[in-house]
């Protein structure tokens, strides 16, 4: 059992930086691959950016290309998203999440361990 642990959430002006850590315990996530979603009020959860075992290939969702970097130690078993250029609409739960695979997925269903979510609100 995977257990993770989201931090680093807050109130932000728009244009401004935050940077999540999700850490996982319980076992090793070293081989899987790890995600960031996140959902917004009375929308659907959607995804944020993925990102391999090795980390050496991520996937973005289009509306956070440029702007957010996903990123993951191993050694500290921890995976983290730098935001950057916030914007109001980035405001939502963010969620970090885990697959048994290796790999990449942007589909939530394809991930078996999710975080409780830390809260972004960005103001304008």
């Known amino acids: 059992q995977v257990q993770l642990v989201e931090s680093g959430g807050g109130l932000v002006q728009a244009g401004g930086s935050l940077r999540l850590s999700c850490a996982a315990s319980?076992?090793?996530?070293?081989?899987?691959?790890l995600g960031w979603f996140r959902q917004a009020p009375g929308k659907e959860r959607e995804f944020v950016a993925s990102?391999?075992?090795?980390?050496?290939?991520?996937d973005y969702a289009d509306s956070v290309k440029g702007r957010f970097t996903i990123s993951r130690d191993n050694v500290k078993n921890t995976v983290y998203l730098q935001m950057n250029s916030l914007k109001p609409e980035d405001t939502a739960i963010y969620y970090c999440?885990?697959?048994?695979?290796?790999?990449?997925?942007?589909?939530?269903?394809?991930?078996?361990?999710w975080g409780q979510g830390t809260q972004v609100t960005v103001s304008s």
């Open positions: 990102i391999s075992w090795s980390g050496g290939i991520t």
């Open positions: 319980g076992r090793t996530v070293s081989t899987s691959g």
């Open positions: 999440a885990a697959k048994r695979g290796g790999g990449l997925s942007a589909i939530a269903i394809n991930y078996v361990y």
